[in-house]
């Protein structure tokens, strides 16, 4: 374990904003985390700082958590389980899964940030969820040290949301996920923007690896990498609404795209609302609005947490006043 004192976060996360925190434990070995979940006081759980906003200093412990370790069991089954460790990245454990011809986690590609954070928001894009690979994770109970493995029943996903944001909040430090990949691929293509870049490669009958390599042409082509431009990707959840409260949006907004389920509720793309609330490509001092993709805060240099958080304000306000829609930030803000 590393402890650094009055540390900087600024190169711990994404966002590349100036913040520090009075002590930052870099934790590489379960027991010590064991340890650090029993004696330190409510601290703040880092991983790869891809979905936090820091605002200021902070006076609290962070742990910044760095187990890693992938694990295949039943190595000849057709669906096996892998454990990861939570400390690995995302994308790194993606491109291992493609090695070994695994499927289930290729639209997920180059998505920013940890394993472990990766249930906390039931990460997602392009048609899939991590729920639908997902086995049981474990964690430590913050407080008693206690490992505790979570079913995915458990777990209690949704839409960006899971337990963990939820009743279990604070409470936990995920250690490993386990997930069940399958080398009998059933590649899901049933997000447009995948079938139009497979079209245009010629690609009828697409690999894993096909679509992986279309999820990355798409992902570069409209999100800033956050080692070019600070960003932690997605700054808003895209609203839920009532359904009677979209169609009378749509008689006014009739190109509002929405994506109703069957609980008559409609997903709206937060990065239309953005764009129509005339945000897109604007900036307040170092703080802008993506030009690519409305949905994305960016730090445009020299950038501090309250300078984003006050933009994310501004818009959430137009927005509510123009739309009669509360849209809340999917990024964690900590003060
Ligand atoms: N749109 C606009 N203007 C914009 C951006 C989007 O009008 O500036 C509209 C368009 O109608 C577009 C629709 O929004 O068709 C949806 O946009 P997109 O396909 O880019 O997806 P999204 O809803 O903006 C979500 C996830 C992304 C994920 C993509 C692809 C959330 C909060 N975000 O974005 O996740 O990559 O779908 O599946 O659900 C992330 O969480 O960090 C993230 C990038």
Known sequence: MELINNASLKSFVTF?????????????DIEELKLAAQFLENPLILGGGSN???IGDIGRNVLRIELKGIEIEEEEANDPLVHIGAGEIWHQFVLWALDR?????????????????????????YGVEIESVFHSLEAVKLGTGEIRRFSKEECRFGYRDSIFKQEAKGQYIITGVTLRLTREHKVNTSYGAIQDVLNQRGILD????????????IRQSKLPDPAVIGNAGSFFKN??????????LKEMFTDMPGFPSEDLTVKVPAGWLIEHAGWKGKAIGHAGCYEKQALVLVNLGGATGTEIWNLAEEIIKTVGEKFEIRLSPEVNIWK
Request: proline share 10%; with cysteine.
């Open 101 to 125: 011809n695994l499927g289930g986690v290729e639209n997920l590609s180059l998505i920013p940030g940890t394993i472990g954070a990766s249930p906390i928001q039931n990460i997602g894009a």
């Open 52 to 54: 936090v906003l820091p």
């Open 239 to 248: 609203p839920i609404i009532p359904k009677n409260q979209y169609d009378t």
């Open 16 to 28: 590349g904003v100036e913040a520090s925190c009075d002590h930052l434990y870099r934790i590489e």
């Open 206 to 217: 697409p690999t894993i690896q096909d679509v992986s390599n279309a999820v990355i042409h």
